[in-house]
Nanobody, 124 residues
Framework: QVQLVESGGGLVQAGGSLRLSCAAS????????MGWFRQAPGKEREIVAA????????RYADSVKGRFTISRDNAKNTVYLQMNNLKPEDTAVYYC?????????????????WGQGTQVTVSS
């Protein structure tokens, strides 16, 4: 079973950048597809970005395309989310998740392991 720990959240002004990290332990990191989700108050959890085990294929929510980049370093057991040109509507708790399936999932039920989340707040 893999454990996931996110870091890098914080308070940033609109137009600023943050880099989230998610460190994995207790499993074979390279065998998991990874995703970043977010949940704002009163809203459902939504996919932000996902990346295959190899890192070759990536998917993004339309709302973050061109601004966010997901990447992974299998040697460091870490997945990243680089967030640029942040907007107030990006404010949410961001979660990383690991999936044991072979497809690149975009829904919460396709992921098996979750981190505790990190808060991102974007001020206007």
């Amino acid at each position: 079973q893999v454990q996931l720990v996110e870091s890098g959240g914080g308070l940033v002004q609109a137009g600023g950048s943050l880099r989230l990290s998610c460190a994995a332990s207790g499993g074979t990191f390279s065998s998991y597809a990874m995703g970043w989700f977010r949940q704002a108050p009163g809203k459902e959890r939504e996919i932000v970005a996902a990346i295959t085990r190899s890192g070759i294929t990536k998917r993004y929510a339309d709302s973050v395309k061109g601004r966010f980049t997901i990447s992974r370093d299998n040697a460091k057991n870490t997945v990243y989310l680089q967030m640029n040109n942040l907007k107030p509507e990006d404010t949410a708790v961001y979660y990383c998740a690991a999936a044991t399936g072979t497809s690149l999932g975009v829904t919460s039920d396709q992921y098996d392991y979750w981190g505790q989340g990190t808060q991102v707040t974007v001020s206007s």
